[in-house]
């Protein structure tokens, strides 16, 4: 209708995967189904046509791990400010046909005690340099640990596993380790695992800058989003409880700040 007053129109949801199920990670009002556009919104799994609104949206295999969809999209990948930077220049486009699923927050020192007992030979005994806050981020963890616990996720979640690990044995608590009692590597291409994995650094990227133009992730402002020097020095400068500072646009918490991730690649400095 040309009318400017326009009633009657309805809401539509994407269906990235043609099964007939939407996601709410795009939404349309209008008065016909745009193309590839359903009335529902009942997929869990939107990048998958098996999996549909049988399923729990957002069900992850561990307490107090919420996942957050993320879009498929193009950004600007690097910094403008090589002088400071310059093994994050050029800045170049990049864009990621598939959308993923990320963890709201980081890790947390309790949830991945709860896995690391479960695969590793001592592991639920594990030291973090702020011991006994299971609901701070867990830290000094390498990333052959970090892999070995998206496996767990998997298994957990009767989904494809996306590293190979080796044998597993008795680890020294991280906090004192020279090296891993184990080593793993990727099985498959991560675009094609279906099960957890850590996001590429593309990935990563893409998901802190939330299609947003912010120097950190969600806010000019450091102390908004993120713990750092200034406002952790009064409380030891430890890491502090995840979810606490403001979310950056996609609902994803510390991406600046708190800890460091892991992704999945491998750093080169001569890689661009």
């Not at 981020?137 to 496996?151: C, D, G, I």
């Not at 891993?180 to 991560?190: G, I, L, Q, R, T």
């Not at 990227?205 to 947003?212: F, L, M, T, W």
Request: with cysteine; net charge negative; proline share 4%.
């Amino acid at each position: 209708d040309a009318d400017a007053a326009v009633s009657g129109q309805s809401t539509w949801y994407i269906d990235h995967d043609g099964d007939g199920e939407g996601s709410d990670a795009y939404v349309i009002e209008s008065c016909e189904a745009p193309s590839g556009y359903v009335a529902t919104a009942a997929d869990c799994d939107d990048l998958d046509a098996g999996v549909g609104g049988s399923d729990i949206c957002g069900e992850a295999p561990v307490e107090g791990l919420e996942l957050v969809a993320i879009p498929a999209g193009s950004f600007a990948m690097g910094s403008v400010d090589c002088a400071t930077y310059p093994d994050e220049c050029p800045r170049h486009a990049v864009e990621l046909t598939r959308g993923f699923w990320l963890s709201a927050t980081e890790v947390t020192q309790g949830q991945f005690e709860e896995g690391m007992a479960e695969v590793v030979t001592g592991g639920g005994d594990w030291t973090f340099y702020n011991e006994g806050c299971d609901e701070c981020p867990a830290e000094y963890v390498s990333w052959h640990h970090a892999a070995r616990y998206t496996n767990w996720l998997s298994d957990k979640h009767g989904l494809e596993t996306c590293y190979t690990c080796g044998e597993d044995g008795a680890i020294v608590p991280s906090g004192g380790a020279t090296g891993d009692a184990f080593e793993c590597a990727e099985a498959v291409e991560p675009y094609e695992c279906g099960g957890y994995r850590l996001p590429t650094e593309a990935e990563w990227e893409y998901a802190a800058r939330a299609g947003e133009s912010w120097e950190y992730a969600g806010s000019d402002t450091l102390g908004e989003v993120a713990w750092y020097y200034d406002n952790a020095y009064i409380l030891g400068l430890r890491t502090q409880p995840v979810g606490r500072q403001d979310p950056n646009a996609w609902g994803l918490y510390d991406m600046s700040g708190n800890v460091w991730e892991w992704v999945g690649d491998w750093y080169d400095e001569d890689y661009y």
